[in-house]
């Protein structure tokens, strides 16, 4: 079974402080994603590696910033954490896609507060 | 920017009965359609996923139709159990481009005994 780690459930911080959520997959998989998810809004893509050292923006990467040193761990850093960054954070993973599903494997997620 | 629009955004159905969550896309571009399913406390799992050649896939108690002219495609869950109780979302997602997955904004259903 493929499996993504996060590194903490629960994670309480203090306004401006510097953030690191780390994400962990087994499956060799090429691609790792950082979504946000909040009530009405979905899931949320900050950022995005399609391989090691390698990264997009997704959708809302304001405020944040990733790091992808070794292909299993992708982490999300949050320079100067704010209040309207309390949210649940998602990690995902997927292979390389050559035929069949574009499959995402999802961790357990994050939910940050920030205070 | 590419949207997947899903409604409603909470769903109530007796045990029994069906329930439809339906998501409309205006990239014609997209080439896969995947169905997410999410108890609490869990990150999202793949539940049903269909691609635009076919109009139906059924996988048990669930169904996807998908109407490719409409650009719209819906979930529905026959024989809905309090297990299927959890939030679906729908995406879409195309070939290339990394394999960016964009999602819909999420239903809550709850399967009522």
């Known amino acids: 079974d493929v499996k993504v780690t996060q590194s903490s459930r629960y994670l309480v911080k203090r306004t401006g402080e510097k953030v690191f959520l780390e994400c962990v997959q087994d499956?060799?998989?090429?691609?790792m994603f950082w979504y946000r998810q909040d009530p009405g809004l979905g899931l949320r893509l900050i950022y995005f590696?399609?391989?090691?050292?390698?990264?997009e923006k997704g959708d809302i990467p304001e405020g944040y910033s990733v790091s992808r040193e070794k292909k299993e761990r992708f982490s999300l850093i949050l320079e100067s954490a704010s209040t309207n960054q309390t949210s649940m954070y998602l990690c995902?993973?997927?292979?390389?896609?050559?035929?069949?599903?574009?499959?995402?494997?999802f961790g357990p997620g994050t939910r940050l507060t920030v205070t | 920017q590419q949207q997947v629009k899903q409604s409603p955004q909470s769903l109530i159905v007796q045990k029994g009965g069906i329930s439809i969550i339906n998501c409309a896309y205006e990239?014609?571009?997209?080439?896969?359609f995947p169905w997410y399913q999410q108890f609490p406390g869990k990150g999202p799992a793949l539940l049903i996923a269909?691609?635009?050649?076919?109009s139906e896939k059924k996988e048990g108690r669930f169904t996807i139709s998908f109407n490719k002219s409409a650009k719209q495609f819906s979930l529905h869950i026959m024989d809905s159990q309090p297990g299927d109780s959890a939030t679906y979302f729908c995406?879409?997602?195309?070939?290339?481009?990394?394999?960016?997955?964009?999602f819909g904004t999420g239903t809550k259903l709850q399967v009522i005994p």
């Open positions: 499956m060799d998989h090429e691609n």
């Open positions: 269909i691609r635009p050649d076919v």
């Open positions: 995406a879409a997602s195309m070939r290339g481009g990394y394999q960016k997955v964009t």
């Open positions: 995902a993973s997927s292979p390389l896609r050559t035929s069949g599903s574009n499959e995402q494997y």
């Open positions: 590696s399609y391989d090691v050292k390698m990264k």
């Open positions: 990239n014609t571009a997209f080439d896969y």
